[in-house]
Every structure is written in C-alpha cells, then in structure tokens.
C-alpha cells in the first residue's frame, strides 16, 4: 500500500506505505531531467524496516538543496522504493 500526498505548501509531501515483512529499504525521490530519463535526486531512507506502516515527509529539494517544480495533476508512481515525480 503506497500513497503520496501533495501537501501544497513549500512543494512538500507526505509519503506512506505498508510493509508486511522486513526489508532494508531505499526511499529516494526520482524525478524526469530535461532528456525525461528518470534520475535519482534524493535519497529519504536507506536502512532496514520491520512490518508496518510508515510516513516520511520529503521538502521538495534535491541533494543540492535545490526545490523542484511540482506541477497541478503531475502523476507520481512507486516501484521497489522509488518515487518517480512524472512529467
């Protein structure tokens, strides 16, 4: 169970899913550059995590502490710890 929630001020959002067992977890934030190949931007959570739910909140910058653009009705997806922000 994935979600990912715009929360509107600042480019944040809330970012929430489930685990049934444990697993050493990556979240990073992937977003298109100007050739629209996903490139990892950001990396939220890199250690293991037992069964449950968890909320992480990410800012909206890249590693750099650049802010990226959200754009109204962009799609976001996830795959194996990726949160893909597409164009």
């Given at each position: 169970d994935f979600r990912a929630t715009y929360l509107g001020f600042g480019n944040s959002w809330e970012i929430s899913f489930t685990l049934t067992q444990t697993y050493t977890e990556e979240l990073s934030?992937?977003?298109?550059?100007?050739?629209?190949?996903?490139?990892?931007?950001?990396?939220l959570y890199n250690k293991t995590l037992g069964p449950g739910t968890y909320t992480f909140y990410?800012?909206?910058?890249?590693e750099?502490?650049?802010?990226?653009?959200?754009?109204?009705?962009?799609n976001v997806?996830?795959?194996?710890?990726?949160v893909v922000m597409l164009k």
């Open positions: 934030i992937w977003y298109p550059d100007e050739t629209g190949r996903d490139k990892k931007v950001r990396v990410w800012d909206g910058l890249d750099l502490g650049n802010r990226l653009k959200y754009r109204a009705g962009q997806r996830y795959h194996n710890g990726k």
